[in-house]
């Protein structure tokens, strides 16, 4: 049971180290709570052997156990892990005994020795994974603290090299206010001599902002653009945010490093700050959440909820301050984190005021901050997904038209609600469809000339699902314009799906689309009657010329709005290659 749990509830062997060093700084505050005087130390010293594994020797002058703490913990540790997990967040012998387990990782026996303040006698332990073990009292003379030797075992001799118990103990402990020494037998090192710059005393009056930027770039080896100071009263959180140099994936959690009583808890913790919060990379320290057993993460109850919520209002407090004092540094910051402060002002309508007109879109007039695109226009136009920006940002363009894509992450939400904000300002959801038909209208003389090839263009095209249109726009250099619905364009891509499934997913599919109800037509190619190439192909007299264009045409407007081929689309782009080769060489 010992060997499983040990097993279970920690994710690498180097946790020891933490372990050994959690368990002593809590036996140096207990003892810290009844003698004021008293001055905690730890100290690691690693034995080498001629021949045989290397032993580390831990030991803090801490509380101290007595033999009744020593069987308490043991009882323990022989618990379920359910139960010694309960135990660990509520009791000190609890939490030592739980902690203890990781050294069974790295060592296949345990000895303890001990003296508790309040116990003239020592007491020495020796357990081993199978969870047999000797208790005894010892003579002699001994300080208060505890001391624990563990021997290597076979598979484990680097968690026992001298630099690997150094770094170990510089990563866990570099941060705790007790000195932490370790040492080979011949020279002895201090791991935690200087108190790092956000946990000195008044350090926002006293430290600079270059000198807290340089701190973060040591610690986390990159440069910052600036930082923000951290504080939560509840879970008596502290820490420090650095605004990272670069555009942070939505997708991507950042993770922070975070301690508890400034002890490293992990270096993965992605659920201290909101999700909106990917543009910072931080550093915190915790003395009141309650850590999991394995000591990598935080219960997710209400007080880290609480903990959550305060800490992001410090980034909004900073991002506010910069938008009413330093707009030069918040445009900085726009340009590189606009996603962040989108996913932020979603959900907080004073953000959504503040900073809306300083956002960032791609429109059909090139990317434009929110406040251009109102001195522009009082009807402000959107498509809700970026394949329907695709098929019509060229044609808009050319007519100026100012079209905002919608397609990425927050835009769609972020434009219906100008209204709510700016009443003077209404919006319109731009359907394709619609941009096609709102296209200048051929002439009867022009119909009339084009009569016949609108008559072999919707035979060609009637097979793919595709309706032909024939209109005047700009821009002159497009021959086509294809354009479809979102319904049509879902049917189209389980088509595509059904065509690349085995027999079984096919067929429902099948019957996915057969409910969906398919329309007549799945999409529309609008020929440009202004294009040179088109007007030549109207005046052609050669049919099969005709037919070859118009479904090279078609699938030049389908790649030109990124939609993807099907089988038979693609065997008709293969086949017209060949055809205009083959054509070039009569």
């Not at 098929?391 to 397609?407: D, K, L, P």
């Amino acid at each position: 049971m010992i060997e499983l749990l040990s097993g279970h509830l920690y994710s690498s062997p180097r946790v020891y180290i933490r372990e050994l060093l959690q368990n002593g700084t809590d036996a140096i505050r207990a003892r810290a709570k009844t003698d004021t005087d008293f001055s905690g130390q730890i100290s690691l010293e690693v034995i080498a052997s001629a021949d045989g594994p290397r032993t580390l020797i831990f030991e803090d002058n801490g509380v101290g156990l007595t033999e009744d703490e020593v069987h308490q913990f043991l009882a323990i540790i022989g618990e379920s892990s359910k139960r010694a997990e309960e135990m660990r967040n509520t009791d000190f012998i609890g939490r030592f005994g739980i902690g203890l387990l990781s050294c069974f990782v790295v060592s296949d026996e345990i000895v303890v020795i001990t003296r508790s303040i309040h116990s003239e006698t020592a007491v020495e332990w020796r357990g081993r994974p199978d969870g047999t073990y000797t208790i005894r009292q010892l003579e002699g003379n001994f300080t208060p603290g505890t001391r624990i030797y563990l021997r290597s075992k076979l598979g484990f001799e680097e968690y026992f090299d001298i630099a690997t118990v150094r770094d170990l103990c510089r990563h866990y402990g570099g941060l705790l206010p007790y000195p932490v020494s370790v040492s080979d037998g011949i020279r002895t090192q201090t791991i935690n001599e200087s108190k790092p710059l956000w946990l000195l005393p008044n350090w926002q009056q006293t430290v600079s902002h270059e000198a807290m930027l340089d701190y973060g770039r040591r610690f986390f080896g990159e440069s910052f653009i600036d930082y923000i100071p951290l504080r939560s009263e509840t879970g008596d959180v502290t820490g420090i945010a650095f605004v990272l140099p670069h555009r942070a994936a939505i997708t991507t959690k950042t993770n922070h490093q975070v301690y508890l009583k400034q002890m490293l808890l992990s270096e993965n913790v992605d659920n201290i700050l909101p999700n909106w919060a990917f543009f910072v990379k931080c550093i915190i320290n915790t003395n009141d959440l309650l850590p999991t057993a394995s000591r990598e993460e935080f219960y997710e109850d209400s007080k880290l909820s609480v903990v959550r919520e305060t800490l992001g209002n410090c980034l909004r407090d900073y991002l506010i301050y910069l938008a009413e004092h330093d707009l030069p540094r918040l445009h900085k910051l726009i340009a590189i984190h606009f996603l962040s402060i989108k996913a932020l002002a979603v959900q907080d309508d004073q953000l959504y005021r503040l900073f809306i007109k300083w956002l960032p879109f791609e429109t059909s007039q090139g990317r434009l901050t929110m406040e251009q695109i109102l001195e522009r226009n009082k009807l402000i136009r959107y498509t809700p997904s970026l394949d329907e920006y695709r098929q019509i940002s060229r044609v808009s363009a050319a007519q100026s038209m100012c079209v905002i894509n919608g397609g990425y992450v927050f835009d769609a939400e972020l434009i219906e609600r100008l209204p709510d904000f700016f009443p003077e300002y209404s919006v319109e959801r731009v359907d394709p469809l619609d941009i096609t038909e709102s296209l200048e209208d051929l002439t009867i003389p022009e119909q009339q000339l084009a009569f016949q090839f609108m008559r072999t263009a919707n035979t060609v095209l009637q097979s793919f699902g595709c309706n032909a249109e024939i209109k005047k726009f700009l821009p002159l250099e497009l021959p086509a314009l294809y354009s479809t619905s979102e319904e049509a364009t879902f049917l189209r891509s389980v088509e595509r799906t059904q065509e690349e499934s085995n027999p079984l997913f096919a067929s429902i599919l099948e019957s996915l689309n057969a409910a969906f109800g398919a329309p007549a037509a799945h999409g529309q190619l609008c020929f440009n009657f202004n294009n040179p190439v088109i007007l030549k192909l109207v005046q052609s007299a050669d049919p099969k010329l005709q037919q070859m264009a118009i479904e090279m045409i078609y699938v030049q407007a389908l790649l030109m709005g990124h939609h993807p081929l099907n089988h038979r689309e693609m065997k008709l782009l293969n086949n017209g290659l060949f055809n205009l080769i083959e054509l070039g060489m009569r």
